[in-house]
């Protein structure tokens, strides 16, 4: 069969990863690659070996060539680029957090369902080996229903010196990693319906929020609490753990350091450790992150070539990112906030 022919777009800090991902999937080839900086063109170009690179977009479409673009690009230019993929009708993949704000968010699905294109956020973190492990004893029903959860992120890492934009934006966490959690909830308890949500900055060399505490009242009647922080300096540095806790009619699961899983249930106790895969090309600590992005590839490829929507479709990240615009607006107005009002 012939190979799915790719071509990405941003090829900085994270794209890195993407494309070690891409060249783990036999089925896939990269033919083209874009970035307006042509050093970081050259670099990620000869270390993959991808003969056809482009400083626009626009330039590249106009080629074509390819059977789906991957762009990973910061926020800015999430609206231009999937518009431009919709225009030339070309299957998007579209970094996280989808778009400045929800309105672009909005007219991006809307433009990939005009062109008729799938289109996928590449929100890789529910992919992760742990949350797949949480999810897969959540639906054995050793616990029962769920009524209480807990999703949280509390780390001291820099994140800065690998990624300096994150220090300059007026939002920080809840945008850029919060967005994450947030979409973990909704993976393991459904839609939510309300937020409440609580920010401060802590580090004053930021220009964002570091910290995040935030309530969601979930359909299915769960409440929890998605807690994020980056200005929390622990004996041990977890990053980029997220730990969880669920309590359900019958039992309790508790997602912790180290990848430990504790499930206790009515036949007792068991005690297992869920930790991912060391791809080759990984390195500690981001190898739980760099998994995961090979998986939503994975993902991306099969159902692509099934003609079935993704998980994390355009479609269904707009209420991820709701809960995003939710959280500001409840930590700005100290109040509840309504999800049927934004979406
Ligand atoms: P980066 O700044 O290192 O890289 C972005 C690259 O895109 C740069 O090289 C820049 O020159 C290029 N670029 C920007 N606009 C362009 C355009 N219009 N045309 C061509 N090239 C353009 O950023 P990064 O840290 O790699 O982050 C990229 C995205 O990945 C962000 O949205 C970030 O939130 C996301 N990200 C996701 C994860 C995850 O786990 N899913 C982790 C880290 C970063």
């Known amino acids: 069969m012939a190979k799915m022919k790719g071509a990405l777009i941003g090829c900085g800090f994270f794209a890195v990863n993407q494309m070690h991902g891409w060249q783990d999937l036999a089925d896939v080839e990269i033919v083209a690659i874009c970035d307006r900086d042509l050093e970081r063109l050259t670099i990620v170009g000869d ?113 800065f010196s690998g990624q300096p934009y994150l220090a300059k934006g007026k939002r920080f966490i809840i945008e850029d990693l919060g967005i994450h959690s947030l979409d973990i909830a909704r993976f393991l308890f459904g839609d939510a319906n309300r937020m409440t949500a609580r920010a401060r900055r802590i580090n004053p060399d930021i220009a964002g929020e570091d910290v995040a505490t935030m309530l969601l009242d979930h359909d299915n009647g769960v409440t929890s609490i998605v807690d994020v922080s980056y200005a929390t300096r622990l004996p041990e540095e977890p990053f980029p753990e997220t730990f969880v806790e669920i309590d359900g009619s019958k039992g309790t699961l508790r997602l912790g350091k180290d990848y430990r899983l504790i499930v206790h249930g009515p036949d007792g106790t068991t005690e297992t450790v869920v930790a991912p895969n060391l791809l080759p090309w990984a390195s500690q600590p981001w190898h739980n992150i760099q998994e995961s992005v090979a998986l939503i590839q994975k993902h991306w490829v099969e159902r692509l070539a099934a003609g079935r929507e993704p998980d994390t479709s355009g479609r269904d990240n707009l209420k991820t990112f709701a809960l995003v615009e939710a959280a500001y607006l409840s930590a700005e107005r100290a109040e509840t906030v309504s999800l049927q009002d934004l979406l």
């Open 47 to 159: 270390q993959f070996g991808v003969a056809r690179r482009y400083q626009s977009a626009n330039a590249m479409f106009a080629d074509g060539g390819f059977d789906f673009v991957d762009i990973a690009t910061t926020v800015g230019s999430h609206r231009a680029l999937v518009e431009l993929a919709a225009s030339h009708k070309v299957p998007a993949i579209c970094q996280k957090p989808f778009a400045p704000t929800l309105e672009d968010a909005k007219a991006m699905v809307a433009a990939a369902d005009k062109a008729g294109i799938p289109l996928m956020i590449h929100e890789n973190f529910r992919w992760q080996t742990p949350i797949l492990a949480v999810k897969a004893v959540l639906d054995s029903g050793v616990i029962g229903e769920a009524f209480w959860g807990r999703v949280s992120f509390r780390s001291g890492f820099d994140v």
